[in-house]
């Protein structure tokens, strides 16, 4: 049975591809963990330079950094990193060196453990892959637990059967952790990504489905003596 509570985490060290990911995806979680004490840092790997929307920008991914900012400002996250690695390649790239870059992350910031999106990438976009791929190898590497963001099977069936969007996710069977979230600061971040949050987007279909529910699976558990976990208390 899914554990009803976050890990009692100390510092967390959110690991994303995209400037959004950390809003649209993982912001109630964010949100959660802010809630309870934690320190969160946001560190995401590319400048979201490569995307469709908002490509009218002069350089959308100087615009895509502030608004990575005010979205973590929005969570009340500790801080965020914006490295530069290519959007849309992190799958080409050679493994170790996202490794890498995220062990120097953990470096800096001594998480208590990692927050990631599903290794199916959630909406199956390769970057999405790479991010998680590298922050599960790097967490392993150094004893770091990994939790990871999913999507209930029937929200995933769901959406991408209305949108076409091939969209995964897992089983009440297979997740770890089930929280009930407030989304009132998710919002809030979202709408700090003007560039990205197109009304009618599949993402509001998505936040409709989940309710205020949300369901992660973990990568790279805690050990046994780490399982404590805090109550959550609202802000
Ligand atoms: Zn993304």
Do not use: N, Y
Request: contains cysteine.
């Amino acid at each position: 049975m899914a554990a009803s509570q976050l890990p009692a985490w100390h510092r967390v060290l959110v690991v994303v591809a995209h400037p959004d990911d950390e809003s649209f995806g993982l912001g109630a979680v964010i949100d959660a963990f802010v809630a309870a004490g934690a320190s969160v840092w946001v560190h995401c790997l590319t400048a979201g330079e490569a995307s469709t929307l908002g490509a009218e920008a002069a350089d959308l991914g100087q615009l895509r950094t502030a608004e990575l900012a005010a979205a973590g400002a929005a969570l009340g996250v500790a801080g965020t990193t914006l490295r530069h690695w290519p959007d849309g390649g992190l799958s080409e790239l050679p493994p170790a060196a996202l490794v890498a870059d995220v062990v120097a992350a953990m470096a800096t910031h001594d998480p208590s453990g990692l927050l990631v999106f599903d290794p199916s990438g959630v909406t199956a976009h390769p970057d999405h892959q790479a991010a998680t791929s590298a922050a599960a190898a790097a967490g392993e590497a150094h004893g770091i637990p990994v939790l990871a963001w999913t999507l209930p099977a029937a929200v995933a069936e769901e959406l991408a059967a209305k949108t076409g969007v091939p969209f995964r996710g897992h089983p009440p069977e297979q997740w770890d952790v089930a929280i009930t979230v407030e989304r009132t600061r998710q919002h809030r971040a979202i709408t700090a990504h003007a560039s990205q949050a197109i009304p009618g987007s599949v993402l509001w279909r998505r936040l409709e489905l989940l309710g205020d529910r949300e369901v992660l699976r973990w990568l790279v558990p805690p050990l046994p003596s780490d399982r404590s976990t805090l109550a959550l208390q609202r802000r």
